[in-house]
């Protein structure tokens, strides 16, 4: 079974500082991998997807296949990139392709 | 263009009452589904719907049951709420989960508490 794992719950950085947030999947297949974020007061919305290989709000996220990770990076976090972030992944096992599997997610907090 | 709309927002409900979270959406999306949100758990999949008149079971399907008549609406029933029922909930939809152009739309979440 596919499985998403955010290994931490809280991140604190100070503004300006790097920022890495952690996501490792295990699923046997060719993955799809997103990033959604939730800011305070907002609704759930998509930040970015592996595919596009875009960079969104200064966030980027390479897949690694070896390392079966989906590391969300920024190298300088602003106040504003405070939010719940959730890795997610598309299962296409079982003739369906509407599953789409949530890790846990990762509080950032960026301090002044 | 409203986007997702869910209700209601906050419900208070006793052990073994029944109700029903509504969602709709404008989009003319053909996917909805119903997640629950919970500390330390993150998003966990409930039901959802690849059209009208097709539903289907997630990761937490049981204690719940959907319906999806027309491609706007997809209500989310709790026959017998339950404490372990207390969360958020989240209706989410998208034109399709493609890699491409697959992009789930949430709705601001519906807190259910039962005492």
């Known amino acids: 079974a596919q499985r998403v794992t955010q290994p931490e719950k809280l991140l604190s950085v100070f503004k300006g500082a790097p920022v890495e947030l952690k996501c490792n999947y295990s699923?046997?297949?060719?993955?799809?991998l997103f990033w959604y974020v939730q800011y305070s007061r907002q609704r759930l919305q998509l930040l970015l997807r592996?595919?596009s290989r875009e960079s969104i709000k200064g966030f980027t996220a390479d897949l690694n296949k070896g390392e079966t990770s989906f590391h969300l990076k920024k190298p300088f976090a602003q106040e504003e990139d405070s939010a719940m972030y959730y890795c997610?992944?598309?299962?296409?096992?079982?003739?369906?392709?509407?599953?789409?599997?949530f890790g846990k997610g990762t509080l950032l907090t960026v301090n002044p | 263009n409203a986007g997702v709309t869910q209700t209601p927002k906050f419900q208070v409900l006793k052990t073994g009452q029944s109700m029903t979270l509504q969602c709709a959406q404008d989009?003319?999306?053909?996917?909805m589904s119903w997640y629950r949100q919970d500390p330390g758990m993150g998003l966990r999949l409930i039901h959802y719907?690849?059209?009208?008149?097709?539903?289907d079971q997630g990761e937490v399907p049981n204690g719940y049951n959907v319906s999806r008549s027309t491609t706007e609406d997809f209500p989310l029933r709790l026959l017998s709420a339950a404490p372990s029922q207390t969360s958020v909930y989240f209706c989410?939809?998208?034109?399709?989960?493609?890699?491409?152009?697959?992009?789930?739309?949430f709705g601001e979440g519906s807190r259910l508490t039962v005492l």
């Open positions: 989410a939809s998208s034109y399709s989960l493609d890699a491409n152009t697959g992009e789930l739309f």
């Open positions: 699923y046997s297949g060719s993955p799809e």
């Open positions: 592996h595919i």
């Open positions: 997610a992944l598309r299962d296409k096992s079982g003739g369906s392709n509407y599953k789409l599997t």
């Open positions: 989009m003319n999306h053909e996917y």
């Open positions: 719907s690849v059209g009208a008149g097709i539903t």
